[in-house]
């Protein structure tokens, strides 16, 4: 296997198209002056995967220093079963998760690792940083079996009710510890608790959407799909909680357009959400760059009514230079809203007919499918990308499983100096 070598890149302001160096974990232009994400302009212009059988096989397009044992990436396969269904004759599913029979062998069973091991290889192989990363449960679950696997100091903050995600096939290592807002509270309040404690210059934010090496991870999907068809799609369908898949996926099509060998077509964009909680689906009807407004409650109400409590984020990329807003705008694309109903209809169809069960965001975005062609939104003869964002849970846990606890349940409404003093004590600080 070829030994990987850090990437040569640097980072762009979108709203500026400003250049500079990225200085090992920049997150923003420190000249910026508005909200706007920054990208990664590769030295590699042309899409060159490497002769690896990991994620690592994609290396040039993303912002690593070294590569991580157990990297498994997404697959994609020209699917049979379903495309019938739906009446599509060119519709590709990119699964990341656990189906072996496909060659799928992410142990998380979710794309979220694909972030993991993206974020995680960006970090210098020694360094004094602890990583913190907020999540609503599957992020939470990638970074730490990567963390663990790879003995990376991390701190993992979840909503305590989420906490039923965080299962695992073999016990996490010490160097990972779980952080739980109490019960009742959602992903924002994790997030606000993750952002107190990295007051400390101990702790290193991970930095969601503004990382470039998650959405790069991220947009491995479309590499995957792009390498097995030879050409660009059409659409591109997922359920998103901020959106930073379906932007990176953006990214990466303006970078494979630039290479010129895979066709010059901006894919539509087609995410999709839960319904009640539709804070960026009504924010996108409404025409409105700027979120529409939500009340801490309403918010907390509407994810304790969604089956996919992965689809929650009340703080989402979506206004900002570079975020989803632009995304849409840019592809042409739309946005789908689904019921607690038709994705527990779409998750059993898909597992009736493509032989694997899919988290509940996953039959999210299939539902949207199914939306989209009965309204005529995709064509039958279309190149169709359906990004299957995590699936095989039920293969994976027939191995047997563990499930984490956390280490401390803490309020974010306790003082930065309280949750530091609390957290330093778990890593003997």
């Keep these: 296997m070829e030994q990987l070598k850090p990437t040569r890149y640097q980072l762009e302001n979108v709203a500026t198209g400003r250049t500079f160096?990225?200085?090992?974990?920049?997150?923003?232009?420190?000249?910026?002056?508005?909200?706007?994400?920054?990208?990664?302009?590769?030295?590699?212009?042309?899409?060159?995967?490497?002769?690896?059988?990991?994620?690592?096989?994609?290396?040039?397009?993303?912002?690593?220093?070294?590569?991580?044992?157990?990297?498994?990436?997404?697959?994609?396969?020209?699917?049979?079963?379903?495309?019938?269904?739906?009446?599509?004759?060119?519709?590709?599913?990119?699964?990341?998760?656990?189906?072996?029979?496909?060659?799928?062998?992410?142990?998380?069973?979710?794309f979220k690792a694909t972030e993991a091991y993206s974020v995680c290889a960006r970090l210098p192989r020694k360094t004094d940083k602890i990583l913190v990363v907020q999540s609503a449960g599957n992020t939470a679950r990638a970074f730490a079996q990567v963390c663990s696997d790879n003995n990376i100091p991390l701190v993992i903050c979840i909503p305590k009710d989420n906490v039923d995600a965080l299962w695992f096939m073999k016990k996490l290592r010490p160097c990972v510890k779980i952080l739980a807002t109490p019960s009742g509270t959602d992903y924002f309040d994790a997030i606000s608790l993750g952002e107190k404690l990295c007051m400390a210059e101990r702790y290193l934010a991970e930095g969601g959407a503004k990382n470039v090496a998650r959405r790069d991870g991220m947009g491995t999907t479309l590499l995957s799909a792009v390498e097995t068809i030879g050409q660009l799609p059409d659409a591109y369908f997922q359920a998103v909680g901020s959106g930073t898949g379906t932007i990176a996926v953006w990214e990466n099509n303006l970078r494979l357009i630039a290479d010129g060998r895979y066709g010059s077509k901006k894919i539509r964009l087609y995410p999709s959400v839960n319904a009640?909680?539709?804070?960026?689906?009504?924010?996108?009807?409404?025409?409105?760059?700027?979120?529409?407004?939500?009340?801490?409650?309403?918010?907390?109400?509407?994810?304790?009514?969604?089956?996919?409590?992965?689809?929650?984020?009340?703080?989402?990329?979506?206004?900002?230079?570079?975020?989803?807003?632009?995304?849409?705008?840019d592809s042409h694309g739309d946005m789908y809203k689904v019921t607690n109903e038709d994705l527990l209809f779409w998750q059993r169809r898909f597992h009736a007919l493509e032989g694997v069960d899919i988290h509940p965001a996953a039959a999210v975005a299939t539902a949207s499918l199914y939306q989209a062609v009965k309204a005529g939104d995709v064509r039958k003869d279309e190149i169709i990308m359906l990004n299957v964002t995590g699936g095989g849970e039920e293969k994976a846990k027939s191995h047997g499983y563990y499930m984490a606890m956390p280490d401390l349940v803490l309020s974010p409404a306790l003082t930065e100096d309280e949750i530091i003093s609390q957290v330093d004590h778990l890593f003997g600080f």
């Design 276 to 329: 009640p909680f539709t804070l960026m689906y009504d924010s996108w009807k409404a025409g409105s760059r700027a979120l529409v407004p939500i009340t801490p409650e309403e918010s907390r109400k509407k994810v304790a009514e969604i089956n996919a409590k992965v689809l929650s984020n009340r703080k989402p990329p979506y206004s900002l230079s570079g975020g989803l807003f632009d995304a849409l705008s």
């Design 21 to 110: 160096e990225d200085k090992g974990w920049s997150l923003t232009d420190p000249a910026g002056e508005k909200p706007s994400l920054v990208r990664a302009v590769y030295e590699t212009k042309e899409f060159e995967p490497l002769e690896r059988d990991d994620m690592y096989r994609y290396a040039k397009w993303l912002p690593v220093k070294r590569a991580l044992k157990g990297a498994y990436g997404p697959v994609t396969w020209k699917s049979e079963a379903l495309a019938r269904e739906l009446g599509l004759d060119k519709l590709y599913i990119t699964f990341t998760g656990w189906f072996p029979e496909r060659g799928a062998k992410v142990a998380t069973c979710s």
